[in-house]
C-alpha cells in the first residue's frame, strides 16, 4: 500500500500549539520517564564525547541537555515549529545548557540544504521526524546521512505500531475494524484511512525499521522499544518510583527487556542508532 503524503504544516502546527507540554511530556508518570531514560541510555551509549551533533526536531530541548551536560559536546538546534524553537532557547538559558548551542534554525528534516555535507560528528532525531515525513522519509534519512560525517552515527526514535495499539488498545479498539485493518496494513494513519484520527504519523514495524536504515548503507549497531514492561502501568508505578531500589530494578530491567528481540515491537517507540560508513 502505497505511504499517505506528508503534511509538513500540519506538524508545525501540532508542536506549535502543543507548545510546553512537550517538554512536561516525559514527566507525566513514571512509565513516561522509563521512556526519557531508554533515550538517555542509547544516546550515551551510542556518541562519544566532544562531538558537533545536529539535533533534528529537537523540541524545547530535553535531550538538547543531555547532549550538553552528560556529552559535553555541542548541539546544532533545528525544529520545524517555530514555538519549539523558542522554548529550546528559554529552556537552555532556565538550565543552563545554552553554552553548548550552536544555534537554532526552522527548518525541516527532508530539507537539510542550511548545512554542509558531511558537516556534524552525529545527527540525533529523537521524538519521531522519521514518522511524521511520511512518504518523504527516504529523502528526509538521506539528508540525515549527507551532513553526517564518514564514520559518523545517526539517531532517531520513530513511533511503534504493535507497540502503539499495546499501549492503546481499548482506544484503538474504538475504531472500526476496516480503519484499523488499513492502519495495521499501511502504518500509517491518516485522515485518508481513519475518520476518527487526529494524530498522523506512519508507525514502524522493528524489522522495517532496520531494514529502512540498512537500506541506506547504515551499519545498525543498536535497536531498543521504549519501552517495554511499563507502559500501560502509567500512575500505578509510583509506589515503586519512590523507592529506589525498586526503581533501580525497574530501570535495569527495561534496559534488559528493551533489546530483546522478541520485546522490540512492544514499547510505544523505536530507537535506532547507524553508522555512516567511513
Not at 522499544?225 to 533501580?248: F, M, Q, S
Request: aromatic fraction near 8%; charge should be negative; include cysteine.
Amino acid at each position: 500500500m502505497e505511504s499517505a503524503g506528508y503534511d509538513p504544516k500540519w506538524v508545525e502546527a501540532f508542536y506549535d500549539e502543543y507548545a510546553d507540554k512537550e517538554w512536561e511530556r516525559l514527566n507525566l508518570t513514571p512509565a513516561r520517564y522509563v521512556q526519557l531514560n531508554i533515550h538517555h541510555h542509547v544516546l550515551l551509549k551510542a556518541l562519544t564525547m566532544g562531538m558537533e551533533i545536529l539535533e533534528v526536531g529537537a523540541g524545547p530541548g530535553r535531550f538538547t541537555k543531555f547532549i550538553v551536560d552528560d556529552l559535553e559536546s555541542f548541539s546544532t538546534v533545528v525544529d520545524i515549529s517555530p514555538v519549539q524553537l523558542d522554548l529550546n532557547k528559554a529552556k537552555a538559558k532556565e538550565h543552563n545548557f545554552e553554552h553548548g548551542v550552536r544555534g537554532w534554525h526552522q527548518a525541516d528534516i527532508c530539507d537539510l540544504s542550511m548545512f554542509d555535507d558531511e558537516a556534524f560528528d552525529a545527527v540525533v532525531a529523537f521524538g519521531g521526524p522519521l514518522s511524521y515525513v511520511m512518504d518523504r522519509r527516504e529523502r528526509a534519512l538521506q539528508e540525515c546521512i549527507r551532513v553526517t560525517k564518514p564514520g559518523g552515527m545517526i539517531l532517531a526514535s520513530v513511533m511503534s505500531l504493535w507497540g502503539t495499539i499495546h499501549e492503546y488498545l481499548p482506544g484503538v479498539l474504538e475504531f472500526p475494524k476496516t480503519e484499523n485493518k488499513a492502519i495495521v496494513a499501511s502504518g500509517d494513519l491518516t485522515s485518508e484511512n481513519s475518520k476518527m484520527a487526529t494524530h498522523y504519523c506512519h508507525m514502524f514495524r522493528s524489522g522495517e525499521l532496520r531494514n529502512f536504515f540498512q537500506s541506506h548503507g547504515l551499519e545498525v549497531t543498536d535497536m531498543a522499544a521504549c519501552n517495554v514492561l511499563t507502559p500501560v502501568y502509567g500512575d500505578r508505578l509510583a509506589d515503586a518510583h519512590k523507592d529506589r531500589e525498586k526503581w533501580i530494578q525497574v530501570l535495569n530491567m527495561e534496559l534488559e527487556a528493551c533489546r530483546e528481540p522478541g520485546c522490540l515491537d512492544m514499547g510505544t517507540h523505536l530507537i535506532i542508532a547507524g553508522k555512516k560508513p567511513s
